[in-house]
């Protein structure tokens, strides 16, 4: 192409403007067409009642304003019952995981970055591994660790505690505790809230924790994704200049001060960095949902994610599951911003 | 990170970090021992010690129904066909336009890079329904064209190939252009052969992307004969064949979606981890 430019007679900058734009071009086909257009055209599904019969864009389509997205604020009803309950699911599914995912990478990392320990390699692809394994294969797996007869209860059974039925418990941890701690009765809860509260769903709806049914989810992501965070830390604790420790050290801090003071400012960048990643992941949260619960028992693993798809693909009702993706979009977007100016605050 | 003064508290600290470790590599490794297992296990065997990962007897009864009884060879071709052509393509299309943005001066270039960096931060849930309306728009919807080509470029991969493309020097390309060779010339015959480790890395994330991947399946194609195995898989455990247990039939069908990612991983394992940080690059 360059050839037949030359002989047109152009110039070298023109020419290289020319090459230029042929060497993005399939990509800006590819990304304009599969996720730019798309968004365009679902914001506007989102705005009708479209059934999935014909085109979306007919003049028969009912187009029916904000209403989609209006029903899952304002109006009482099941959508907004689902809506608002995907929404606590995966809310108390972000708040345990984003923590526990990030604490136990950092210390996975610090372990494996000790100097005097052998066989690194061996533990670090051991704890890696999980994280480039195939999640509906790895669902698959812990729908049988799970199990009732699986390996977790047979573990629990040698401690001499009977395991729960994981799958079909719904539950709530936050519940369970309160009522080991006496304070409710989990089967008589305080007629006070049950009443209905924000958005349609009782106070008591509310305050549930995670299932523990969900708790299976929480604990298979934990693992898959710990690995992952775990190289970032250490990339970054490799990155940590030897001699500045020691200097640390040298100046009579003692092993917890040089971690304090020392490690842990200079790994902030990624910590953040894995915050932010962790928090735009969990909100995402489908292929396990779909693979082990299917948003069971009684839509305590329901998230956004899952309700939108189920809405579209199978109630056929792909306004208000688009309207619901494009409200998921919304919260990790602002998710983002606000750690992203949490961060720049830090760094002044 | 501790060298501690006294020898004593070294040798504590390192055999507690040894404790530690083992054990998490026991919590990270014997699923998938306990999942090997269990798949060579008859069904009541795995039913009723499903913590031990030792078969007794050893039955491939699990295994001769996912070939003879599922569809799962069919799946596994398909992965393999799709997993290829979109690993091909990502390779040459992605350094493609990490080259240009990296080297060409052209009109636009900063603009499409901010572009490129906008989609990268658009979360993949979001697009379910927006790429099935696409797809059913054009008339792909249910096809190979529709599982291959929304994914055959991807903006990670094009801004690995752009980081890439500007840490080697210029010079070498700059030789070759005074010799008379053309940009896509240069490009083919100088550049891509420097850009070796890039290319590695590239083709072991999207083999192992596309291997695994899922929703895009699930949006892309509604016939059982298109299904790749990410796709099957879920089809077998919460479809027909999920009324029940046969926890050794599915096993052995997660083992087989396992393997071959399982492979790569042990043989490319510090491309892998490349890729991974690469990936803390973006942000």
Known sequence: MAVAARRR?????????????LFVAPVVVILGLFMLLPILMALWVSLTDWNGQGSPFRSTVPFVGAENYTRLFTEDGLTRQDFMTSLRNNFYYVVIVVPCQTVLALGLALIVNNR????????????????VTSSVAISVVFLFVFANSGAVNNLLGLFGVDGPQWFSDARGLLHLLLNGLGLVDIDAPPAALLEPGPFGLSWWDWLSGPSVAMSTIIMLVIWTTSGTFMLMFLAALQDIPVTLEEAAKLDGAGRKGVFRYVTLPMLKPTLFLVLTLGMISTWQIFDQVYVMSQGNPAKTTLTPAFLSYQTAFRSFEYGSGTAISFVLFAIIVVLTLVQRWIMRDRKV | MARDTTGGRTLASSFLGYCVLIFFALVFLYP????????????????????????????????????????????LGNSVFVTIVVTLARLLLNSMAGYALARLRFRGRAGLFAAVLAILAVPGVVLFI????????????????????????????????????????????????????????TFWSVVLPMARPALITLTIISFQATWNEFPHSLVAVQ?????????????????????????????????????????IFVVFQRYFVRGANEGSDKG
């Open chain 2, 130 to 185: 927006p790429k099935f309306l696409v797809l059913n728009q054009l008339g792909i919807y249910n096809s190979y064209t529709a599982l291959i080509l929304p994914v055959i470029v991807d903006a990670g991969g094009v801004f690995i190939m752009k980081q890439f493309f500007e840490s080697i020097p210029v010079s070498v390309e700059e030789a070759a252009r005074i010799d008379g060779a053309g940009v896509f010339r």
């Open chain 2, 32 to 75: 998938f021992v306990i999942q090997i297992g269990n798949s060579l296990k008859t069904e009541p065997d795995a039913v009723s010690s499903a913590l031990s990962p030792i078969p007794d007897p050893l039955s491939t009864a699990g295994y001769e129904r996912v070939f003879l009884g599922t569809d799962l060879p069919l799946w």
């Open chain 1, 116 to 131: 005097l320990l052998r066989g690194k390699s061996f533990f670090r692809a051991a704890f890696f591994f999980p994280s």
């Open chain 1, 9 to 21: 007679g152009l110039s070298t900058a023109a020419r290289e403007n020319l090459a230029g734009w």
């Open chain 2, 223 to 263: 016939d059982p004969a298109l299904f790749t195995l990410p796709r099957g898989l879920a089809d077998l455990v919460s479809g027909s064949l999920g009324v029940g247990t046969q926890y050794p039939l599915k096993l052995g069908a997660a083992v087989l979606a396992t393997i071959p990612v399982a492979v």
